[in-house]
């Protein structure tokens, strides 16, 4: 490594450890705890006040007759199938259940023979089995299955390390493969979709089968069921009312309902409703005021740091570094600790209007203060200070004449109170001094001092100025004052000169 | 000098951002209470409003020294100067405290509302004793 990359690489370390330096100073002042905290507060409160509604879908079809109404009920694991009378009589409802038992397998059942692996098992009723062709009915341990030649044969399947014989009955394939349960629902699990097409699990990997079969392979006492078709209902229900119903004893994914010409779906997706989002930008509109307000105030002191750091050779970019870097961990930081706690303890719905509130207030918080300590550019507007000072040369002679016109001209400035006017003449030479106070802004006033001199055929109007205010007094204001004060003096004797 | 006073009290009232920035968070928590889905978003709120009667005192602080330095030159007494401060903290308190007070009828305890008053004017006495106690050497 050569001695001048080195001496770079020292620089610019040097740099990189002055803007550490520098955050640290910005970060250890009070006002960042007030940020913080405005920030968690806003973030808690928006995620508080979210409320979310499950996410309704309705397809329309004209083909779907909705008399009488047919429902779907899916569950993500097998729930007990009392599911479907406690529904029905809990919302006074009469219907028809079709229970189905369909599961995909974690770790597949092996049949020896065949060399086939089995997915997927599906228990379902007598009239669905008559429905594919199974009029028979199957025995203890038989099982339909598409991808056999004859009628029925005999197999060993391995199950969890034991061998079970059993008998697979063929079942056709184009009837199992295009059985629907609901609407545009195949009895076959969907594992995805490609556009809207469902897209199934291959049937070769399929067994189908009575329940009572189906729950002897589950080994399970009672007869369980992952979804359910009630048909003939005795009335229209909104499925946003069946699926709060169900979400408090099962674990239900789905409810759909058939009506006239649609199809109305509700699903465990759950979306903020309108009012929880105007919560969530409410929440950051109130954080971005405080947070914008701290940062106003701070302003010139920020600036006063702008400058020093220039001075010492840190580029124009070294501030807007900082700045962005501070707001990242005032803001940012402890808004993300606190978006990880809303999510936690509140939801996905909850932790998405925080993250608005707080994306939001980040944003505006970021771009006001680099906005507000962004260098000022090198090229700007000539600024033409006001004059101070004027002489005014006059063909009036008589000294006291001039000066007792001058005292009236400063009394008589309808833009003026007079606090004190004080005047003296001493030969051809005279002194006058006023304090006025400026009647349209409270505290700030012009200091007026004139001399009079007469000599020869000329006499001299030296008037100097100085504008005070309690207050800073803007160079806006000053300028006006100034103008006013000595215009109305330089106007008045250019008239009265001309008219006497 | 009365008037006086009063006039400067009423500038910097009018001249302040504290009065305004209260104001505009004052609405905002107004809607929020409205919108209210949680037991806990009134305790939140409220937490929040003292955050922005904390940011206001920093806010106008030049303007506060300002008016401190104004009032020591009028020959005011300190208890003159600390009742005109306690008065701005006062009414930023009671801006801030609306929401409240507007909810309160409707349902929530005035025990809730009262706290709220307490905890800002906890805050304000602070700010009083701070400023009396650094800024003016009678």
Known sequence: MTREYKTVIKARLARLVGIYKLSLLILRKP????????????????????????????????????????????????????????????????????????????????????????????????????????????????????????????????LDGKILEVTLVHVNSSLLANYLIFYKTPIIPVQGYVGTEPVTVPLQHVLISTYDNVMRLANVSEPLATDIVVTNLSGFIEPVKVFEFLEERYPVTEVAVTGNGYVMYVSEVRIPTPDSLISAVLSSITASIIIISIFSSTTPYLKELRNKIFLMGFQPWAMTIVMVGYTLTSIMFPGLITLTYVFISMGGASTLNSLVTLTTSWLTSTIYIVLRTKPEKLVTEAYMPPTFRYVLISSVTDVRRLTEFIVKLIKTNEFFTS?????????????????????????????????????????????????????????????????????????????????? | MGSNILMIFVKVVTRGSGLKVSAVVSINLLVILLFRNNALTPYLTMLLSMVASAAIIIIDF??????????????????????????????????????????????????????????????SLIYKNVRGGTSITF
């Open chain 1, 31 to 158: 006002f960042t705890y007030l940020v913080i905290l405005a920030t968690i507060l806003s973030v808690i409160a928006s995620g508080l006040n979210t409320k979310y509604e499950n996410n309704l879908v309705v397809v329309r079809d004209p083909t779907i007759t909705g008399d009488p109404h047919t429902m779907l009920i899916r569950f993500s694991e097998p729930v007990s199938v009392e599911a479907c009378s406690t529904l029905l009589s809990g919302l006074s409802l009469e219907g028809h259940c079709t229970y189905y038992y369909r599961v995909i397998l974690d770790h597949p059942y092996q049949l020896v023979k065949s060399r086939k692996l089995i997915y997927v098992v599906l228990g379902v009723e007598e009239e669905v089995l008559k429905g594919l062709g199974l009029e028979d009915g199957l025995s203890e341990f038989s099982f339909g299955y598409s991808e056999i030649s004859e009628e029925s044969a005999t197999d060993s399947m391995l």
């Open chain 2, 62 to 123: 030049r303007l506060h020294s300002l008016l401190l330095y104004v009032l020591y030159v009028y020959g005011s007494r300190p208890n003159t100067v600390r009742i005109l401060i306690s008065l701005y903290s006062l009414l930023i308190a009671s801006i801030l405290s609306l929401p409240y007070l507007a909810i309160d009828l409707m349902s929530f305890s005035s025990a809730l509302t009262s706290t709220f008053l307490i905890a800002l004017s906890t805050l």
């Open chain 1, 419 to 500: 606090e004190e006017v004080e005047w003296r003449v001493e030969g051809n030479e005279a002194f006058i001094h006023a304090k006025m106070d400026y009647v349209d802004s409270w505290g700030s006033g012009i200091d007026l001092t004139i001399f009079v001199n007469v000599n020869g055929e000329k006499s001299y109007v030296n008037i100097s100025s100085a504008v005070f205010g309690v207050e800073e007094v803007s160079e806006s204001m000053s300028r006006s004052i100034n103008a006013l004060a000595i215009s109305k003096i330089v106007g008045g004797v250019t008239a009265w000169e001309a008219t006497s």
